[in-house]
């Protein structure tokens, strides 16, 4: 689309393809391969597959997910977007793009557990070393950088108590250690927060959280320049093969053309709740970037257009009032997914967080009083009214 479009219509409107058959809603092209007219045509296809050159086979690329693909490229402000299987499976794709043996990583310490287990296991099995830093201390990102430092990774707000980085400011220290920064922006989403504009070179998501927004399915994706990452991340999916299913994508795809209402309204309903909340006698502390009380409430403002659906608070009382919380609830659903119309409710300290060291969760400010809310689309009062029953 060449004309600049409202990320309401991008939403409804971007990467959208349309068949010989003019169908109105994107078409699920549910097929594995794609036939050729003869065995020249087949030759230059499996030469050079991608959306381009036509397609070969859906492991390479399927136009249900190109669509997929052109649509959160447009709403995250990048030129070219490569969709994967799962939200980690996009963090490997583009950490197996950008890293090689012998290379360093700076990771803030608040990003999903499965990311740190991937950095600080998996790839350091394979001579991928990494350092975890402080999410919100840019001291800590400036020290922590030495020469083999090519990767900077964050996710902004944390999981769950909302930890703030400053995009702009990590990226100019990324940048001036000829680092790349990767964002994990699967709170926020492009309707909140557009790292790209802010600086990072890469955004992941995670598409199983509000992309999809109904808890359906799983996808990822990664958004950015064209060049040679892209290209890279096409020719790992051809090669390693987590490649999302067209189903999903489609899935995904439909999900996108509601975003915007639904993070605006999810954050409205966690915002009233925040407030509420704090209030409570019942309750110590609210951790929501929304709240004015929010340590770094000015610096979400600058970086975000609200404050998302999730929020973590603090009961009086330890892990038998968080728990009494939990359990009593009819309405809101004990799950530790996010990002779903339905709201999700947790106690990070025997879940999220269960396996790490009391240590290393008191570290982390993971209390075990501390109950995390992903709101979703239900009444604030019917909310209120479950959350009642055990506070
Ligand atoms: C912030 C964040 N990033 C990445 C992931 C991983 O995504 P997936 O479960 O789609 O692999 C999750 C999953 O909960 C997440 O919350």
Redesign the pocket.
């Given at each position: 689309m060449a004309e600049k479009l409202e990320l309401s219509t991008l939403g409804v409107r971007a990467g959208t393809a349309r068949s010989d058959f003019s169908e109105h809603s994107e078409a699920l092209f549910l097929t594995s391969s794609f036939v050729f007219e003869n065995a020249a045509a087949a030759a230059a296809g499996f030469g050079d597959p991608g959306a381009g050159a036509g397609y070969v086979y859906s492991r390479y690329t399927n136009p249900t997910v190109t669509m997929l693909q052109d649509r959160l490229a447009a709403l995250e402000g990048g030129e070219a977007c490569i969709a994967t299987a799962?939200?980690?499976s996009a963090?490997l794709a583009v950490s197996m793009v950008l890293l090689k043996a012998g290379d360093h990583v700076v990771c803030s310490n608040a990003v999903?557990g499965?990311?740190v287990q991937l950095y600080a296991t998996l790839l350091a099995r394979f001579g991928i070393e990494t350092t975890f830093v402080s999410p919100a201390k840019l001291e800590d990102w400036q020290r922590a950088v030495r020469p083999g430092t090519k990767l900077f990774y964050l996710?902004t707000p944390s999981?769950p108590l909302g930890e703030v980085s400053d995009i702009a400011a990590i990226a100019a220290i990324a940048k001036k250690a000829g680092a790349a920064l990767v964002v994990?922006n699967?709170?926020c989403t492009p309707i909140l927060q557009r790292p790209l504009e802010l600086g990072a070179d890469f955004v992941v998501h995670?598409a199983?959280?509000h992309l999809d927004g109904q808890g359906r399915v799983?996808g990822?994706a990664v958004i950015g320049r064209k060049g040679p990452v892209i290209d890279g991340l096409q020719a790992f999916l051809r090669t390693a093969g987590p490649s999302i299913s067209p189903f999903n994508a489609w899935v995904i795809l439909k999900g996108l053309e509601t975003l915007e209402i639904r993070m605006l309204a999810q954050s409205e309903r966690a915002l009233a709740l925040a407030r509420w909340l704090e209030k409570h006698p019942k309750v110590e502390r609210v951790h929501y970037t929304g709240l004015e009380s929010h340590p770094q409430h000015a610096l979400a403002k600058k970086q975000q257009r609200a404050g998302g659906a999730v929020l973590a608070f603090e009961v009086k009382g330890g892990k038998e009032a968080a728990w009494k919380v939990i359990d009593s609830t009819k309405l809101i659903s004990i799950t530790g997914n996010?990002g779903d119309v339905k709201t999700t409710i947790t106690h990070p300290a025997t879940t999220t967080h269960g396996r790490l060291k009391p240590e290393a969760r008191a570290a982390a400010g993971i209390r075990d009083g501390l109950v995390r809310l992903a709101v979703g689309l239900e009444a604030v009062e019917d909310l209120k009214a479950d959350l009642s029953r055990g506070l």
């Open positions: 799962s939200g980690m963090i999903f499965a990311t996710e999981n994990d699967v709170f995670s199983t959280k799983l990822g996010l």
